[in-house]
Every structure is written in structure tokens, then in C-alpha cells.
């Protein structure tokens, strides 16, 4: 018999293991029931039995210890047999099941050419006032119904169950989106709810040939989500690989659309998004007509685009109502102050600390004057400040709306000017963080991996100065050089050069001008429009 290798445990604990991986054994081994697969509880499942108090007494069971569970029966006087109406209480509406099921069944003209009927297909299409039912047999598939809002109308003697579209849950109306807001463009942004979503996108593009493909996601969950596209203009390729990767998701509740992109996403370990989001119908419709393929997710108002390209992080939808001048402008200022965020700090490292002879004179001796006293070298007053800064910016985001404006703006001023006027840090330090936060709030998209590159390119020039900040450069255009977004080159137009996507990439040109979609994104159709401006002159 084997000794125990360890003699500081006792017999007793590996009589338990030894029980524990018996049954474990045992459990492995054991062929799975009918109703419980992969760790799901056991459901309703198998065919829908025609014996109503069958059926009622299985569903009873599956929604054992629910409360929101309700089952009304009544009789149909007309075919002389009794039926039942399950849904879920809060998801549906009451007075449409009574209206369009229930009172007609109860209420309807009580001729004998209804003595007859033994099929639930009859019934549906003549005793019901729904525009939304259907037949269906298997029970797995009626209870996924009935989970997300629909009722089941089951009959005494039919086999099977009537599913009649009743959702009518609570949901938020359609306002403007707190994060893209604009100045002339639409207002109107997406909801919670799958199928406003889709009927806002259905407003914008009212075209027979926008596709809307309907899957779930989540072992638990079931949740809904759709994948739109333009037939004629995304590549099947693309749809394609979308659809591969979402039926490779493997969660049990996938709690937004953001979950999506962590398992869809390419390179995962990547601080910076090969997947767009927006909230705001006019941009998903754009994207659809240059070739991209869009996720709408039950649950969240952002929805999922892609391929996605290092310059739509620079874009916003403003940029196409404007004139192309001004617009062009706005895009470099937002270039500017995306390495205005992160260089800052770095920068300032490297000449306080290193390369003093590339400061002017007048300015070196004013942050020498500053700097006299003070009881930290320049790299930890950074440090510091840039910690204050992300406290105080993730407190504002998280604290309620009044409170967190207070937070952020008094906790910036008093205690930048208490921090001066104690002499724990330099009024350089304070300007130099201060114009990083700014600057980070122009490009919001990019503002998670702006906070790391700035941690990062200040590490660097804390140790080499100016060589290390070059170095850290270098390392990031060589990462971002070699990211992809579903097959498409991440840094397009410019890293592969693509000429012809200049247009439309920091510099916009006229909107007459963008004849051609995106050359990057390779859509089948690459015309956008068949002739030029007019001249009027």
C-alpha cells in the first residue's frame, strides 16, 4: 500500500480525498440526464404534451420558486376544452394577452362549425387577434420564448403550444448620448432594448438590403443580440468570421456589449480597441455603408462595429456636418492633444532631469526658483500628481453626478494650489498634469490607453531621458503597426500606405470628393457615389 508522502496530514484527510475523487470519478463517468446538459439546470424540454394538465404541471416544475411565473386557465366555449396562458409577469403586456388571446377564446361566436377544430394551426389563425403567433412542438424552444417575453397559449388535446409575441416591458426612452454629443447632428441615441435599437437603425437605412441576423449568447443568459450588415456592400468573408466568433463565445451571461469584445476581439492583450462602439444610430449606419458589420446587443445601449481603424478614434460624426476645412482642424487638434496626454509628464521628466541644455534660460531659472525647497526630484512629484489626477478622475466617474462635479473640479483646484502652497510639489508639475487631463478628455475613445502610455513612456524617461522616451515610441508604433481588426490592417491608411483613403483619414476632404468607401476595409461595392459634384458656375 502507498504511504502518505506527506506526514504532516493525517489519514483521515486523505481517506476524503480519496472519497471526494471517487465520486468525482463516479460523476464523470455517469451518463448525463435528459434535462441537464453541460451544468444547465434542468429546463422544460422534449415535445409539447397534449394534455393540458401534462404540460401545466412540467412548466409548474420548471419555474418552481418563481413568483413572477403565472399560468391563467379559462374554457373556450366554442370547442368545449379547457387551455391555459403562461408568461412572465413584468415582461409582457396583460391587456394584450386578454385582448388578442384570452377574450376571443373565451368571447368568440359560438357556431358549430367550431365543434370540430382538433389542431392548435386552426385556432391560431382563426380564434386569435395577434399578428405575432406561431405553432411550434418542441419545448425547449417554447420556453426560450416564453423566457424572453412571449406567452404560451396551450389547448386541452392539441399537442403543442400557440407563441404570441405580448413583450411589454419597461424601458428608457430614446435620448441624446451622454458620451457622443453634438452641435448640429441628430440627438437620438440607442437603448436597452434589442428591437428599438434595430427599428432606429431600420429608420436610418430603409433598404431591403440591410441584413439583420438574429443569434443568442450565453449558456444561461440566452441573451439576444443581431448582427447587421449591408448584403450588397460588407464582404460574406467578414460576415462570416463575425458570425464564427460570436458562436465561439462560451459565458453564462455576457453583461453588455463590452463583454462581446474581449472574445472577439484580435490581439486580447492589446491596450488599445480593434472594435468600435457608439451610441448613436447615424454613426452605425455610416460604418454599415462603408463595409462594416455591426452587433446590437440586448441589454446595452453601445453597439459593436468592425473592422475598426486607428483613425476613427480621431473621427466623430460632427466631422461630416461641418465644413471640411474646420473639420480637418479639429482632427489635428485632436491629434495634438492625443500626444499631448501622454508625452507630457514624460517629456517634462526627461528635460528637468536629463537634457537641461534644451531648456531656455529664462524658463530653466524660473523651474529652478520653483523646484528650490521642495522635497522630491521631479519623477516623484509626477508620480504623485498623476495618482491624485487618476483618483480624482475615476471619482468623479463613479460618485453621483452632483457630488463627482464637486469631487473633480474643487479636488483639482484646492488641491493643486494647497499642494504648491505647502511646497510638496512645483507649479510646473501641476501645469504639466493639468494640460494632460484636458488634453485626454479630446479623444475619449482612447483615454484607457492613454492613462498606460503615459505611465509607461514615463517610466522610460525617468530612466534614459529622451532615448527612453524614443525607445517607448518606437515600441508602440511597432505594436500598433502589427495589429489587425478582423483581417484589416489596424493602422490603414498609413500603415499599409493607402493612398487613396487620405480623404478621409486626419485630413477630411470635401464629402463630393468621397467617391470611393474606404479602400482598407475592401467592401464589395467600392463606389459610394456614381458621379461627381455638379459644377454651377
Request: hydrophobic content about 45%; charged content about 20%; overall charge neutral.
Given at each position: 500500500?502507498?504511504?502518505?508522502s506527506n506526514p504532516r496530514v493525517s489519514p483521515l484527510v486523505n481517506v476524503r480525498r ?298 466623430t460624426a460632427e466631422d461630416y456636418l461641418i465644413g471640411s476645412f474646420y473639420a480637418t ?209
Amino acid at each position: 500500500m502507498k504511504r502518505n508522502s506527506n506526514p504532516r496530514v493525517s489519514p483521515l484527510v486523505n481517506v476524503r480525498r480519496m472519497i471526494r475523487r471517487a465520486l468525482a470519478d463516479d460523476a464523470r463517468k455517469k451518463p448525463a440526464d435528459a434535462n441537464q446538459s453541460d451544468g444547465i439546470p434542468a429546463g422544460w424540454t422534449g415535445e409539447i404534451p397534449s394534455a393540458l394538465s401534462e404540460s401545466t404541471a412540467q412548466l409548474i416544475q420548471s419555474f418552481d420558486k418563481c413568483s413572477d411565473f403565472i399560468i391563467r386557465t379559462f374554457e373556450i366555449p366554442a370547442l368545449n376544452r379547457s387551455a391555459a396562458a403562461a408568461f412572465i409577469d413584468g415582461l409582457v403586456k396583460h391587456d394584450m394577452i386578454m385582448e388578442a388571446a384570452i377574450k376571443p377564446l373565451m368571447i368568440y361566436a359560438r357556431t358549430e362549425d367550431m365543434r370540430n377544430v382538433s389542431d392548435l394551426e386552426t385556432v391560431r389563425t382563426n380564434m386569435l387577434l395577434s399578428s405575432e403567433t406561431e405553432t411550434l412542438a418542441d419545448a425547449s424552444t417554447a420556453m426560450d420564448k416564453l423566457l424572453h417575453g412571449d406567452a404560451l397559449i396551450l389547448v386541452d388535446g392539441m399537442p403543442g403550444a400557440i407563441v404570441m409575441n405580448a413583450r411589454g416591458w419597461d424601458r428608457r426612452s430614446i435620448t441624446e448620448p451622454l458620451t457622443e454629443t453634438v452641435v448640429r447632428g441628430p440627438r437620438e441615441g440607442f437603448t436597452e432594448t434589442l428591437r428599438t435599437n434595430t427599428a432606429l437603425l431600420r429608420r436610418r437605412i430603409a433598404s431591403s438590403d440591410l441584413r439583420m441576423e438574429s443569434m443568442q449568447v450565453g449558456a444561461r443568459s440566452h441573451t439576444n443580440i443581431c448582427i447587421a450588415y449591408m448584403e450588397s456592400i460588407a464582404r460574406p468573408e467578414l460576415v462570416e468570421e463575425m458570425r464564427s466568433r460570436l458562436r465561439g463565445i462560451c459565458i453564462d451571461l455576457p453583461t453588455g456589449s463590452g463583454t462581446l469584445v474581449d472574445f472577439i476581439k484580435d490581439s486580447p492583450y492589446s491596450i488599445f480597441e480593434t472594435v468600435g462602439y457608439t451610441e448613436k444610430p447615424d454613426v452605425v449606419a455610416a460604418k454599415m455603408m462603408e463595409g462594416r458589420v455591426a452587433v446590437l446587443t440586448d441589454g446595452t445601449p453601445f453597439v459593436l462595429t468592425a473592422p475598426m481603424l486607428f483613425v476613427e478614434n480621431f473621427q466623430t460624426a460632427e466631422d461630416y456636418l461641418i465644413g471640411s476645412f474646420y473639420a480637418t482642424f479639429l482632427r489635428i487638434l485632436r491629434l495634438i492633444s492625443f500626444f499631448i496626454s501622454f508625452l507630457a509628464p514624460a517629456v517634462y521628466i526627461a528635460l528637468a532631469t536629463f537634457h537641461h541644455e534644451l531648456i531656455p534660460s529664462t524658463l530653466l531659472f524660473t523651474m529652478a526658483s520653483s523646484a528650490e525647497g521642495l522635497p522630491f526630484p521631479a519623477m516623484i512629484e509626477t508620480t504623485l500628481m498623476l495618482i491624485i489626477f487618476e483618483i480624482l478622475k475615476e471619482a468623479g466617474i463613479r460618485l453621483p453626478k452632483p457630488v463627482g462635479q464637486a469631487v473633480s473640479i474643487v479636488g483639482a483646484l484646492v488641491m493643486g494650489q494647497a499642494a504648491i502652497q505647502a511646497g510638496m510639489v512645483g507649479a510646473p508639475v501641476v501645469i504639466v498634469i493639468a494640460l494632460t487631463g484636458v488634453s485626454s478628455f479630446a479623444v475619449p475613445t482612447l483615454s484607457n490607453a492613454m492613462s498606460l502610455l503615459r505611465w509607461y513612456l514615463l517610466l522610460c524617461a525617468g530612466i534614459m531621458g529622451g532615448y527612453g522616451i524614443t525607445l517607448g515610441l518606437m515600441t508602440v508604433m511597432i505594436h500598433l503597426a502589427s495589429l489587425h481588426s478582423f483581417g484589416v490592417h489596424h493602422m490603414s491608411p498609413f500603415a499599409p500606405l493607402l493612398s487613396s483613403d487620405f480623404k478621409d483619414s486626419i485630413y477630411r476632404a470635401p464629402l463630393w470628393k468621397l467617391r470611393d468607401r474606404p479602400a482598407a476595409i475592401g467592401a464589395m461595392d467600392d463606389r459610394r457615389m456614381q458621379s461627381d459634384k455638379p459644377d454651377y458656375r
